[in-house]
């Protein structure tokens, strides 16, 4: 970023009153300064802060209290431009800003009702996230691109009719507001879907009439549209996706060319714009998280091993799940500080989430983790933000 060492310097000698006035608890002093900034920010070529190159009050905004971020956004467009940016992000990063969050996607105990709610490192429950726009819908995609949270596709049921979706909608956690992306060029649900390189893919799934698709596209953030890529050899649903080295792995659920569940895994090169395929996959997974550059599988068929795959040389290795409760309890993943989390897919009284570190001396991989979802988890994300 041009003249962000000087810019970084400078701040030592400013006043940094208008700041820490959105910090502290001084709602009539905030107000009075956020009208100020937002007359003089509101003019296209105006500053963002006057006085200050631009490259400087980026930096002051990023410094700013998270929880008025919100705030900050609404003070005119080009302060909430630049906090939903990429370039926000980085500012944020050079300035060692970035929080760690666990959102995680809860149902209650009758099945009833679901929310998203974010967790931090110690388990403390931070926020809900304000609904989000859409009917309720099963079946989606979700993934996290430059910072935010994507809800794709999908299906909802009327009257026992199912009805596929291709809306996309994005939640902002700086801003703690959902706003509506372009719709894919196909709508479908049970699909594979990752982000890769800063783009979001979406690979087969089941379509509008209930047909098993091989089509797949491609979300560019910069251009905001979606665009077919080239499909699978075969349809596929039921599957999953994660991101090695710049590729999109395809793994798990069906496909039109095997009998049972598909072992294959289709490999996506971006860069050839074109597929290829290994035969050492996973089959009925039931629960996949990415950390570091290994995948973490958790089968159907083994509820107390994990299968850890390493993209290097496309092998897989077992590591014994600790005997919690009955042997028929599913999981579900969460990654937080660098560590895999196991969410009991069971209400056992006095339960507490097994928590597996990659990095841990042998032996004591295995503890155990005061964080715990308030509800059934349907499904999480980690976010740096």
Request: one cysteine or more; charged letters at 20%.
């Amino acid at each position: 970023m041009p003249g962000f060492v000087s810019g970084k310097k400078r701040l030592a000698e400013m006043d940094m009153s208008f700041f820490t006035s959105l910090a502290q608890d001084k709602p009539t002093r905030s107000k009075s300064n956020l009208q100020l900034a937002s007359q003089v920010a509101n003019d296209v070529d105006s500053p963002i802060l006057p006085g200050l190159p631009d490259d400087v009050a980026k930096y002051c905004l990023a410094l700013v209290p998270r929880p008025n971020f919100p705030a900050m956004g609404a003070v005119c467009k080009k302060w909430r431009s630049f906090i939903r940016s990429k370039e926000f992000l980085v500012v944020r990063k050079l300035a060692g800003l970035l929080e760690e969050w666990l959102y995680v996607l809860t149902m209650d105990s009758e099945g009833k009702e679901s929310h998203w709610e974010v967790l931090d490192c110690l388990g403390h429950r931070h926020q809900l996230l304000p609904s989000m726009p859409g009917s309720m819908k099963a079946g989606f995609g979700v993934v996290v691109l430059n910072g935010k949270l994507v809800v794709m596709a999908g299906y909802s049921a009327l009257d026992g009719t199912v009805s596929a979706s291709s809306d996309v909608y994005e939640y902002d956690s700086c801003l703690n507001s959902w706003s509506k992306l372009p719709n894919m060029n196909v709508a479908r649900y049970d699909f594979a879907c990752a982000e890769v390189n800063g783009k979001v893919y979406a690979v087969g799934g089941y379509g509008i009439d209930g047909d098993s698709l091989s089509s797949a596209e491609m979300y560019d953030p910069d251009t905001e549209k979606w665009t077919l890529i080239e499909s699978l050899r075969r349809p596929r649903w039921g599957c999953f996706a994660c991101s090695f080295e710049g590729k999109l792995y395809v793994m798990g659920g069906r496909s039109s060319f095997t009998i049972g569940n598909s072992k294959f895994v289709d490999v996506y090169n971006p860069e050839r714009h074109s597929w290829c395929e290994i035969k050492n996959g996973c089959v009925m997974v039931t629960a996949h998280a990415v950390l570091g550059k290994k995948l973490f599988c958790m089968e159907w068929k083994n509820q107390r091993k994990l299968a850890i795959f390493n993209p290097e040389d496309n092998s897989w290795k077992m590591v014994p799940v600790p005997l919690t409760g009955s042997t028929n309890i599913g999981f579900r993943f969460g990654i937080l500080d660098g560590k895999l989390l196991l969410f009991s897919l069971e209400e056992t009284p006095g339960y507490r989430t097994l928590l597996y570190d990659p990095n841990a001396s042998p032996g004591s991989e295995w503890q155990t983790s005061e964080i715990k979802p308030s509800g059934l988890c349907l499904c999480s994300v980690t976010i740096k933000a």
